[in-house]
C-alpha cells in the first residue's frame, strides 16, 4: 500500500534488509513447518515464474501487517520483519497471502516494468 511504502521509504528501511532472509530460504522460515508443504505447491506451480512470484508474496506479507507497520519505527520494523509472528497460522492465514500474490502476479506478469522500482 502507499502508505506503507512512503512510512518504510521515511524510516530508511531498504527491502534488502529484510527480503534478503525471505528470499535466500523462500520464506521457509516465516512460516510454521505444517504450512511448508502447501508453501512449495505453491512454488511448484509457478515453474519459471517463481523469482517474480516470490516479490508478490513479499508484498502481500507486508500488506499482511501494514497497519502495524506504519506505526513502527526503523529498528522496530527491521525486528518485526525478521521474526514474523507466523508461529501460530494456520492454513487461511497463508492462503489469504498466497491469494493475493497471485491475484497481482496474474493482473501485473504481462507487465514487468512496474517491479523495476
Same mark, same amino acid.
Given at each position: 500500500?502507499?502508505?506503507?511504502?512512503?512510512?518504510?521509504?521515511?524510516?530508511?528501511?531498504?527491502?534488502?534488509?529484510?527480503?534478503?532472509?525471505?528470499?535466500?530460504?523462500?520464506?521457509?522460515?516465516?512460516?510454521?513447518? @505444517? =504450512?511448508? /508443504? &502447501?508453501? #512449495?505447491?505453491?512454488?511448484?506451480? $509457478?515453474?519459471?515464474?517463481?523469482?517474480?512470484?516470490?516479490?508478490?508474496?513479499?508484498?502481500?506479507?507486508?500488506?499482511?501487517?501494514?497497519?502495524?507497520?506504519?506505526?513502527?519505527?526503523?529498528?522496530?520494523?527491521?525486528?518485526?520483519?525478521? @521474526? =514474523?509472528? /507466523? &508461529?501460530? #497460522?494456520?492454513?487461511?492465514?497463508? $492462503?489469504?497471502?498466497?491469494?493475493?500474490?497471485?491475484?497481482?502476479?496474474?493482473?501485473?506478469?504481462?507487465?514487468?516494468?512496474?517491479?523495476?522500482?
Amino acid at each position: 500500500t502507499e502508505p506503507l511504502s512512503r512510512h518504510i521509504e521515511e524510516q530508511g528501511l531498504e527491502f534488502l534488509q529484510f527480503a534478503f532472509r525471505w528470499f535466500n530460504c523462500l520464506l521457509i522460515r516465516e512460516v510454521p513447518f @505444517h =504450512l511448508v /508443504t &502447501r508453501l #512449495w505447491d505453491t512454488y511448484l506451480a $509457478e515453474g519459471d515464474y517463481l523469482p517474480d512470484f516470490l516479490v508478490y508474496i513479499s508484498a502481500s506479507f507486508l500488506l499482511t501487517w501494514s497497519e502495524k507497520l506504519q506505526k513502527l519505527d526503523f529498528q522496530e520494523m527491521v525486528m518485526f520483519l525478521q @521474526h =514474523l509472528p /507466523t &508461529r501460530n #497460522w494456520a492454513h487461511h492465514e497463508l $492462503e489469504m497471502v498466497l491469494s493475493r500474490a497471485y491475484m497481482w502476479h496474474t493482473m501485473f506478469k504481462s507487465s514487468p516494468s512496474h517491479l523495476a522500482n
